[in-house]
């Protein structure tokens, strides 16, 4: 490494120490003299006199049961039924605008984008309210403000990206948690530069700068989980760690990111798409740097690093830290934290917002490695709380982090932000809400156990502080309710994930078993090769989600017995492999691999393949005239139903080749997908619907899902086929271009047919939030045929 910069480096890091050093001194001196105590004890009695802290509460209030803070659809209705609404919401803005922004509230300019933050979040709250429990989160809300936002393409983009490191994420991280901290990165980002525009850019240049905050948030935010937690978890081995760090060290110090990462061991595979996805990253931010800024962002940057690195290193079973080096780092890094995002936006030097970032930081760090003591513990973290609680009967020396955590607060409502009223309330509410929320957490026993300890040195403020603990009421927060919702949300959509899988296994292996045609030894010759070709097509080990579909619809949604249902799923694949026996000949798609395999007339002659097409057509239709546990008339209407849409797929089909080589319009291609593959899903929605006899309007819907969800798996099959691998799709490649072919991609390229498919995608979860039945499984199968790779 070039000494120079080394050098320079190591200014970097002694200015900044110097810095924290100052700030360090000067706590120092307000928790020797013990002024923050009645300082404080004022404090409280002002915030006490705020009429929202008051104990008796309005009569609709007391009517009203106040749920649990977590369950937050409850939970914000009770605030509207109460009331409550509008203050706990401008707290919780007035707090993100102090702590991510680093604006003070005293100022006008500040007070009117609060206001405008919280009616705008009233707005998306009502609008909310009428979707079902738990839908406000989805990626349809998240495409359809892209849409209004101009950003669909960043948004698609982020998604995937969110999509792939959830998949690689491995299982000694905490996955819910790390995507969650790196969503929350992003949006902080698109805060900062939705702040900074304050409604005076046009659209187009709104629509520019938001598509690069997504983008920036992503790519700072990946820093999290992949360096930060990757560093602090198992997996990597004390020697693979150095070698880790000392990598992410020089990229920033020679401001570039090597090409390839040799890295050998068992994480190979990991370290290596991480090293990609983080020299994409970096490139992105330093290429979107403004030369004047550039400097400062390195500097920023090592500086985060070291710190955590710093931190990072600190063994539990050291006795011998001394304060300086316990609290320098936490004060670099909490700061530095917040203060890089800035710089990662290459946005101008703001005194205001540096001085008051800088300060805030430490609060921060301290309130959460307080809520987190107990879980450190156990891994063995150093932290100033956990260190303070080995040692500090050995080291009388040591401070007390708790009482560093209240001269914090003392110094931030008195030096740096000068006594403002609305200030002190909400960072006396903030450090009043996070201390009941570690009693309800831990329980009173194991809270007062630690209080015993923190709390000693001050026994009169901390009765005074505990009684509002124990009173205080109104001093929620939304960023921890939607933190909260946000895991809650990321882990049911996990174990919904997971559940969609295990069924589509389980049921995929029943149908596998049932499918195989039994052939009667007595048969002619000819009719068993006929049910030899049909068998080998069967057992291509495709994903069958057709008949799971069916088998979902008909089993857990309807009630349909499993044995009664069967010849129902067998036609089903029957059918749907028939019409894929057929695609693949040499005068319609002329395809040599499916499912893996060479194609039934590769390995025989198109005649064979054309006979056993359509030899399994009839084994479908004998199949369906065996329903015989369900109303004849049903049964009727289902084999009317399925002979009509086998004649509109093969219409489909026909409407294909006959464009072969033509440019298509959209409306075209519209209707070709719906017939060749939305009438397939159809059909697997609706016949276990005409056997369960259910309504018109709810057969509507069904047909209406099909429609958007097929054309949506159509457009995706479109991407893999232009973007795909063939060991990976089963198929070849690049085979619609190959065949003169349209296609969603060949007709609108690559981002404007993701755009369409994610617009049907919404188009197919509009329509499932209307339905009345339990849906978890189609939504699921939803974003299955969106995001899968083959």
Not at 33 to 47: F, G, M, N
Request: proline share 4%; hydrophobic share 40%.
């Amino acid at each position: 490494m070039n000494e120079t910069i080394m050098d320079d480096a190591d200014a970097w890091y002694r200015r900044a120490e110097g810095k924290a050093a100052h700030y360090f001194a000067a706590l120092r001196i307000g928790l020797a003299s013990k002024s923050y105590v009645p300082a404080l004890t004022e404090d409280i009695r002002q915030w006490k006199r705020n009429p929202i802290h008051q104990s008796v509460l309005s009569l609709m209030a007391r009517s009203a049961r106040k749920p649990d803070s977590k369950q937050y659809d409850r939970y914000i209705q009770w605030l509207r039924y109460t009331g409550k609404l509008d203050d706990y919401l401008d707290r919780s803005v007035s707090y993100i605008y102090m702590r991510d922004l680093g604006q003070a509230l005293h100022s006008h300019k500040t007070q009117k984008k609060i206001r405008k933050v919280v009616n705008d979040v009233k707005k998306k709250l009502s609008a909310a309210s009428k979707q079902h429990e738990g839908d406000a989160l989805n990626l349809a809300n998240l495409y359809r403000w892209a849409q209004k936002e101009g950003v669909e393409d960043a948004v698609i983009w982020v998604m995937d990206k969110l999509r792939i490191v959830s998949a690689r994420l491995p299982k000694e991280m905490d996955a819910d948690h790390a995507l969650r901290k790196l969503i929350k990165i992003i949006v902080g980002v698109v805060m900062h530069v939705t702040d900074e525009m304050d409604g005076a850019a046009d659209a187009d240049e709104r629509s520019k700068r938001l598509d690069e905050a997504i983008r920036l948030g992503y790519s700072y935010g990946l820093t999290y989980p992949f360096i930060d937690d990757l560093l602090d978890c198992s997996l990597l081995n004390a020697e693979e760690k150095q070698q880790y760090s000392d990598m992410i060290r020089t990229s920033l110090l020679e401001g570039t990111v090597p090409e390839h990462c040799e890295w050998p061991g068992p994480n190979q595979e990991l370290v290596q798409y991480v090293h990609a996805e983080l020299r994409e990253a970096f490139n992105y931010i330093k290429h979107y740097q403004k030369p004047d800024r550039l400097h400062a962002f390195y500097e920023q940057s090592y500086v985060f690093f070291q710190a955590q690195d710093v931190d990072r290193r600190k063994k539990l079973d050291n006795p011998g830290y001394t304060n300086e080096e316990l609290y320098y780092p936490v004060i670099l890094k909490s700061a530095a934290s917040r203060l890089i995002v800035r710089t990662v936006l290459s946005a101008s030097e703001d005194e205001d917002f540096d001085q008051h970032t800088f300060y805030y930081g430490i609060y921060n760090q301290l309130a959460d490695d307080f809520a987190d003591v107990f879980e450190d513990m156990r891994d063995g973290a150093v932290t100033p709380y956990t260190y303070y609680l080995r040692y500090r009967v050995k080291r009388p020396d040591l401070i007390n982090p708790f009482e560093l955590y209240w001269t914090v607060i003392a110094h931030l409502i008195r030096e740096v932000y000068r006594g403002h009223g609305k200030t002190r309330d909400i960072l006396l509410d903030r450090a009043i809400n996070g201390l009941k929320r570690c009693k309800e957490r831990i329980g009173a026993e194991k809270y007062n156990e630690l209080m015993g300890i923190l709390a000693s040195g001050n026994p009169e403020f901390n009765r005074l502080v505990q009684h509002m603990v124990n009173k205080a009421e109104d001093v929620d927060f939304y960023d921890k309710l939607l933190r909260d919702r946000l895991i809650d949300v990321l882990r049911r959509n996990r174990q919904e994930k997971e559940a969609f899988r295990n069924t589509v296994e389980s049921v995929r292996e029943q149908i596998n078993y049932h499918l195989p045609i039994a052939a009667d030894p007595d048969a002619p010759p000819m009719k068993i090769s006929l049910i030899d070709a049909a068998n080998y097509s069967l057992e291509g080990g495709g994903k069958r989600l057709r008949p799971v579909l069916a088998w979902v619809m008909g089993v857990q949604v309807y009630g349909l017995p499993t044995s009664s249902l069967t010849p129902l799923i067998r036609s089903l694949e029957y059918m749907h492999t028939a019409s894929l026996i057929f695609d693949d000949l040499p005068s319609q798609d002329n395809a040599s691999v499916r499912r893996g395999k060479p194609t039934l007339h590769q390995l025989h002659d198109s005649a064979a393949a054309e006979l056993t097409g359509l030899y399994l057509i009839q084994k479908a239709t004998q199949e369906q005239a065996s329903l015989t546990d369900f109303d004849p008339h049903a049964v009727l209407a289902l084999m009317r139903y399925s002979s009509q849409k086998a004649g509109e797929m093969s219409m489909g089909q026909a409407m294909d080749l006959q464009f072969k080589g033509m440019t298509l319009t959209l409306e075209q291609l519209r209707a070709v997908s719906y017939y060749k593959t939305g009438i397939a899903f159809e059909a697997c929605l609706v016949m276990p619907a005409i056997l369960a006899q259910v309504g018109d309007a709810e057969m509507g819907k069904l047909k209406a899902f099909a429609y958007h969800a097929g054309i949506a798996f159509q457009i995706k099959d479109d991407l893999l086929d232009a973007e795909g691998e063939t060991h990976t799709l089963g198929k070849p490649a690049g085979k619609d271009a190959d065949n003169n072919i349209s296609s969603f991609v060949a007709i609108l390229g690559l981002d404007a047919a993701k755009r369409e498919m994610w617009e049907h995608y919404c188009l197919a979860m509009d329509v499932l939030d209307g339905m009345e039945r339990p849906n978890g499984f189609l939504k699921q199968l939803l974003h299955f045929m969106v995001n899968r790779d083959h």
